[in-house]
């Protein structure tokens, strides 16, 4: 029988997505094993990104400041909206490196069997930054499932006679597939391809 903090241990890495029992114990085998700075610099990034990690203020995206680097970068078009349904999602296109607009963060998907509606993802938010920006193009970039195809359907209907073009990436992605296990050259594909909603 494992020690209780042994236990503890266990527990806490269980909690992270996707990890079992049997690798959760190899982890916490490894980090008692560590040196003692090694686990004094595991301890202390996990709690300052706990503390210092938070939603930028115009995009909904993760940042360690009140504006993340994107949305204050004069680098950037900024008459190019890509929305995403989670932060995460900005990093993967950041990788493929040929998106040179901004993005805004939406707080998931509409799915009215789980009981999320649109009040729920703060569309009006989104809304109220094309409104006050003025985009020309909103590229709608989410899951293509029945979820985020009835998302992106909303989002088009609510920006209808805005003056702005309305575009969703081209499903070159399959459906089902959660954005983050696409590989560069298909999400690349999905996002040059892009066609308007009608």
């Given at each position: 029988?494992?020690?209780?903090?042994?236990k503890?241990l266990?527990e806490?890495?269980k909690?992270?997505p996707?990890v079992g029992e049997?690798?959760?114990?190899?982890m916490a085998?490894?980090?008692i094993?560590?040196d003692?700075e090694?686990?004094?610099?595991?301890a202390d990034?996990?709690?300052?990104?706990?503390?210092?990690?938070?939603?930028c203020?115009?995009c909904?995206g993760i940042?360690?400041?009140?504006?993340?680097d994107?949305c204050?970068s004069?680098?950037?078009?900024?008459?190019?909206?890509?929305v995403?349904?989670?932060?995460?999602?900005?990093?993967?296109?950041?990788?493929?490196?040929?998106?040179?607009?901004?993005?805004?963060v939406?707080?998931?998907?509409i799915?009215p069997?789980?009981?999320?509606?649109?009040d729920?993802?703060?569309?009006?938010?989104?809304?109220?930054r094309?409104?006050n920006?003025k985009f020309?193009?909103?590229i709608?970039a989410?899951?293509p499932?029945?979820?985020g195809?009835?998302?992106?359907?909303?989002?088009?209907?609510?920006?209808?006679?805005?003056?702005?073009?309305?575009?969703?990436i081209?499903s070159?992605?399959p459906?089902?597939t959660?954005?983050e296990?696409?590989?560069?050259m298909?999400?690349?594909r999905?996002?040059?391809d892009?066609?308007?909603?009608?």
């Amino acid at each position: 029988m494992y020690p209780d903090s042994l236990k503890k241990l266990i527990e806490s890495f269980k909690m992270l997505p996707g990890v079992g029992e049997k690798s959760a114990e190899r982890m916490a085998f490894f980090v008692i094993n560590m040196d003692e700075e090694n686990t004094n610099f595991f301890a202390d990034s996990i709690k300052v990104a706990k503390e210092k990690i938070k939603k930028c203020s115009i995009c909904n995206g993760i940042t360690d400041k009140d504006i993340c680097d994107i949305c204050s970068s004069d680098l950037r078009n900024k008459k190019i909206l890509c929305v995403i349904e989670d932060p995460k999602s900005i990093f993967l296109f950041e990788k493929i490196g040929s998106f040179n607009g901004v993005y805004h963060v939406i707080d998931g998907l509409i799915s009215p069997l789980d009981g999320i509606d649109p009040d729920d993802i703060g569309l009006e938010k989104l809304v109220n930054r094309i409104h006050n920006e003025k985009f020309e193009e909103v590229i709608i970039a989410v899951k293509p499932s029945v979820e985020g195809e009835t998302t992106a359907l909303y989002i088009r209907k609510i920006l209808d006679g805005m003056n702005v073009k309305v575009t969703r990436i081209a499903s070159g992605i399959p459906i089902g597939t959660d954005i983050e296990y696409i590989d560069s050259m298909t999400l690349e594909r999905a996002l040059n391809d892009r066609k308007e909603i009608e």
